[in-house]
């Protein structure tokens, strides 16, 4: 299967099983903040974003490493596998030890601490599982880990309905997440050893060898996969601190009704990443391979990759903000209206999220990701800062602001490491004509009076009408959409 194919396949079966656990997701958010109102759904984003910063450490960069050096050679794949189980139970440790220490000295109420264990845990658990997905990703086969999506989202959707039928706590959310955690690791652990390799075990200490339980360590692999990891490491700490700190600042210093309009607006943006997520895990495993065979061909498929996520990012952006008011109605009902003007601030992320997306991917792919981690600095050190500035007189409305511009930070400097390592592309020439579609199709949705639904899709064939009409799309990319569906 030619390498276009490959990503056509895989990208297709993650858009498939994202789209299915984003529409799971979507409903089983609606009810929870439908059930809970705006104070309930704030603890339960609080306790997200605060098990996410919790759990940072659990990760290390350690599953993007697995995907780009096992996609360059298999025969690791057993080799990293053992050693990232290894090192991660070290860091689980230290980060459940950190969750008693926060909780504990923080004194949150009785439910709230429950909730933030249970929560925190999942997103330890989760982390195993990311492993194994990260095999599958390696090679390129990623229909297991579509499958594996669309169990958890399964059971999360289940979960929380039953919850709601039975009246039950807020704590049973953070059940509903561990559950749905565990059955997921335990799918990819017996996929992984059904279909790819059962996992060995040895420890390696150079001069003697000590087999145990048949799972191998390599110390000297940890010491590799350590210093790789590290700006990895900090980048994603720096990252997630600054997209995540705003919530629990909103909630010390707001409160929980406004953490809680915030996240409504929040998720229905979060719930559209879908996109740029599904195609760059496809296309990972073939730019780490592009960086070692052909830069001209990594260039060329990041170049068309910008392309394509901004074509699909600005109509969006445009789109939301005119029809914020009745889709934040429609999904939340009337207790939430304060979040129309939030989503219409929040959406502009989006086109910059896109191509963020493939910016990050294509640094990691040239062994670049040292670089990222200033950029994470600065990022993380601005939303602090301008949070801590801005909430107490501007509140919800700042929150949102923030989250725009400090995307902005991180397009503006992550662009520009890809140029200085020789990525240059015309970004400006490629946002023209998409942005003149977009204003058209805007002015059409203004101009419209009809069923919210028909409006999309009258406003999106248009879009692209208008796309077709100014030549966006070369004979290369005719091309290369023709492979993708198997024509000649």
Known sequence: ????????????????????????AFFYTIYTARYLGASGFGIISFALALGAILSIFTELGLSTLTVREVSRDKSLANKYIGNT??????????????????????????????LIYLITISFVVGAFTSIFYSVFQAYEKMEYQSIGQIINSIIMFSGILLIINYQLSIVNFGRIYLIASVISLIYGIIICMWKFILPRIE?????????????????????FLIIEAIPLTISSVFLLIAFRVDTILLQIINGNVAVGLYNAAYSLMTALMFVPLVYVSAIFPMLSRLNVSSKELLKISYERSVKYLVILGLPIAVGTTLLANPIILIIYKSGFSQSIVALQILIWSIPIIFVNYILGTAINSINKQRDIVKTAFVAMLLNIVLNLLLLPKYGLIAACFITVLTELTCFIFWFHIMNVHGYKIPIFKMLLKPLLASLIMGLFIILLSANILLVIMLSTIIYFGVLYILKTFSENDITLFKKIIGKS
């Open 203 to 223: 420890i390696d200490l150079n001069l003697w060898k000590f087999v145990l339980s048949k799972v191998e360590i390599d110390l000297n692999l940890w010491k």
């Open 85 to 114: 189980i290894a090192l991660k139970i070290i860091l689980s440790s230290i980060t459940l030890v950190s969750m008693v220490l926060v909780v504990t000295l923080l004194h949150y109420p009785p439910q709230i601490a429950a």
């Open 1 to 24: 299967m030619s390498a276009v194919r490959k990503v056509a396949k895989n990208t297709t079966v993650l858009l498939i099983s994202q789209i299915i656990s984003y529409i799971l």
